[in-house]
């Protein structure tokens, strides 16, 4: 190895430590958009069983309804937590526009998939494929989590990323069955909302 190349290792490996640190160091931004989405389409699954469960006798377009004005709040909450922690201290830090991006990735994976979705239900007049959306949106959170934990280098939301892999697997087992969406509820509260939350609890509270 050449001293040019051994200099680089070097250097990359002082980036890498300088990242660890900084992650150690700046509490990460956005545990309120977690928090939001956990609860919001938590809330949503629920009512989606009850109609499932015939328990909530509503017409069948209602389905879709529930999910779009999930969407359509979760949305306008999203834009003005977004809004709010550009002021916060440590928002242009490495780890918040790292996790920040990941997050922002996800959240358009997660709607253009479900048009995609839509399209392939309306094609094949069969809304079986929306059996994979609670799979799906586990294993993205998953993803986003996972980079949260590489940058910030929190055992805990390391655990909370396992989780969301896990519960993608478990989704997957309990496909057409009546117990799926009440599951699928309890993981959004325990892997975005309860997360949410206690990064919430961490959040600085002055702004910059």
């Known amino acids: ?20 640190e900084e992650g150690s160091q700046v509490p990460m931004l956005g545990g309120g958009i977690s928090a939001a989405a956990g609860l919001i ?25 529930n999910w779009v004005g999930a969407g359509v709040v979760f949305g306008v909450i999203c ?12 928002a242009n830090s490495s780890v918040n526009k790292a996790t920040g991006s990941a997050w922002s990735a996800v959240g358009f994976a997660i709607f253009t998939t479900f048009l995609g979705m839509c399209a392939i239900g309306w094609v094949t007049k069969s809304d079986d494929v929306f059996y994979i959306f609670p799979v799906m949106i586990l294993a993205l959170y998953g993803s986003a989590w996972s980079v949260a934990a590489d940058m910030s280098g929190k055992g805990w939301i390391r655990i909370v990323a396992l989780a969301s892999f896990a ?10 069955h009546p117990m799926q969406m009440l599951a699928y509820a309890a ?17 600085p509270s002055d702004t910059v």
């Open 79 to 90: 834009s003005l937590l977004i809004k709010r922690s550009r002021s916060q201290a440590g």
């Open 41 to 65: 389409f938590g809330a949503a699954s629920v009512i989606h069983w009850l109609m499932q469960s015939d328990i909530l006798r509503v017409n069948g377009w209602f389905y879709m309804v």
């Open 167 to 176: 519960g993608a697997v478990l989704m997957g087992l309990l496909t057409n």
């Open 1 to 20: 190895m050449t001293k040019e190349q051994l200099q680089s290792v070097r250097d990359d490996i002082a980036f890498m430590r300088a990242l660890a």
């Open 187 to 203: 993981a959004l509260l325990l892997l975005a909302f309860v997360p949410g939350v206690i990064l919430m609890r961490q959040e």
